[in-house]
């Protein structure tokens, strides 16, 4: 069975700091990794995919197949990247049928 | 192009009625699919339509629940009677295609509570 852990439901950064949001993952064949984002009372969106290995808005994540994981980082953080973020997988094959993590709160504070 | 309408945006039912509950794709998207969200747990897949047809419904609960997606019209996903747990966040999302590189776009979801 296929599954994504995020161990932490919260956490909290001062402005300018960097940021890592961790993301494991459990799948026995080649997963395909996302990071979703939903600022406050927006839909959720789209952040990054691995296999693109853009940088968007300043944020990255590598997959460790090794470690099995795939965590969010940026070197600073900015008081707009305040929201939820989620991991997830979908199979190969899957498309968009994905599995999602629990999601961690990230608040940027001045 | 509006993107992923869901409607309502939020639905309060009594025990034993049932919910409807609407998604209307992005301008050329065929494919739909359903997620719930239960409080304090990620998003969990239900159901994954195209036109006319259910593709992948092992998310779905065996009992009480459907989904439709008409030739014309929004999808449907609707629930039989129901309980205290189906309270909950449905998203719907849509995309061009099933295939690499083809994201899905997210509705703003449609909060149900049954009282």
């Known amino acids: 069975a296929q599954r994504v852990t995020q161990p932490e439901k919260l956490l909290s950064v001062f402005k300018g700091a960097p940021v890592e949001l961790k993301c494991n993952y459990s799948y026995s064949g080649s997963p395909e990794l996302f990071w979703y984002v939903q600022y406050s009372r927006q839909r959720l969106q789209l952040l990054l995919r691995?296999?693109s290995r853009e940088s968007i808005k300043g944020f990255t994540a590598d997959l460790n197949k090794g470690e099995t994981s795939f965590h969010l980082k940026k070197p600073f953080a900015q008081e707009e990247d305040s929201a939820m973020y989620y991991c997830a997988l979908t199979g190969t094959g899957g498309g968009n049928k994905l599995t999602f993590g629990t999601g961690t709160q990230l608040k940027v504070e001045l | 192009n509006a993107g992923v309408m869901q409607n309502p945006r939020h639905l309060v039912r009594r025990r034993g009625q049932e919910a409807r509950l609407r998604c209307s794709p992005m301008k050329g998207h065929s494919h739909v699919y359903w997620y719930r969200q239960l409080p304090e747990e990620g998003l969990k897949f239900m159901v994954y339509?195209?036109?006319?047809?259910?593709?992948?419904e092992s998310g779905m609960p065996k009992e009480r629940f459907s989904a439709e997606f008409p030739k014309e019209g929004p999808s449907i996903l609707r629930i039989q009677q129901v309980v205290r747990g189906d309270s909950a966040a449905y998203f719907c999302?849509?995309?061009?295609?099933?295939?690499?590189?083809?994201?899905?776009?997210f509705g703003q979801g449609t909060r149900l509570t049954v009282v």
């Open positions: 339509l195209q036109k006319e047809n259910i593709i992948d």
């Open positions: 999302a849509s995309s061009l295609g099933q295939g690499l590189n083809t994201e899905a776009f």
């Open positions: 691995h296999i």
